[in-house]
């Protein structure tokens, strides 16, 4: 079961770039790496996913080693909105989905 | 629209007092699974389930039980409430592409 370690919390100033890094030693070779953002008192919500190399979309992108065991979430120029805990998770219907570990997360602030 | 609906979303009880928080989905996804969450402690898996009458364990399933009895309804069951299961909870859904979608939440305080 592919438990996740990431950073507790990370300042960042506006407009700069925020790499959060996750690990993920024990990834099985069906699972997939997805980043969520979750705003206080909100349930949290689905950012970017990946199985290797690099994706990007509108908000975000993500970086998976050849090894795949660890990731890291780029949010590009950060803004005041940005500040809130961003989770890794790990894991895939494939291999039984069971025990989607959260982790504590990574509480990102965001200073003017 | 794709949503997990929660109900109650706040609710305040008393130690013993048996309640009952519903989940629903409506995009047909088989695996359904409730989170607590705890300052500090981020979000721990309570039960899941991977289909209709399929249900496991989570990290802290002491003090809950669930049923699945429908694929849309999964279903929290505090048979005896206590103090220390006074917690913000979500239940979520995983998609096929592996994507979950959260509830809002219900926070329950236990007295």
């Known amino acids: 079961l592919a438990k996740t370690t990431q950073p507790i919390s990370m300042d960042s100033y506006e407009g700069q770039e925020v790499n959060i890094t996750c690990s993920h030693n024990n990834i099985a070779t069906n699972d997939y790496i997805t980043w969520y953002q979750q705003f206080p008192s909100q349930g949290p919500r689905f950012i970017i996913q990946?199985?290797?190399t690099k994706v990007t979309n509108e908000v975000a992108s993500l970086f998976i080693p050849a090894d795949r065991k660890s990731s890291t979430l780029s949010l590009p120029r950060v803004s005041l909105s940005d500040t809130a805990v961003y989770y890794c998770?790990?894991?895939?219907?494939?291999?039984?989905?069971?025990?989607?570990?959260f982790g504590t997360g990574t509480r990102l602030t965001v200073i003017p | 629209e794709a949503q997990v609906t929660q109900n109650p979303r706040y609710l305040i009880t008393v130690t013993g007092k048996k309640l009952t928080v519903t989940c629903s989905q409506n995009?047909?996804?088989?695996?359904m699974s409730w989170y607590r969450q705890d300052p500090g402690l981020g979000l721990r898996q309570i039960y899941y389930s991977m289909n209709v009458e399929v249900t496991d364990k989570g990290d802290v399933p002491e003090g809950y039980k669930v049923s699945r009895k429908e694929k849309r309804n999964f279903p929290l069951i505090l048979e005896s409430p206590s103090p220390n299961q006074t917690s913000l909870y979500f239940c979520?859904?995983?998609?096929?592409?592996?994507?979950?979608?959260f509830g809002a939440g219900s926070r329950l305080t236990v007295l």
């Open positions: 979520a859904s995983l998609s096929g592409a592996n994507v979950l979608t």
């Open positions: 995009m047909n996804h088989e695996y």
């Open positions: 990946g199985y290797k």
């Open positions: 998770l790990v894991g895939a219907i494939k291999t039984g989905a069971n025990n989607l570990f």
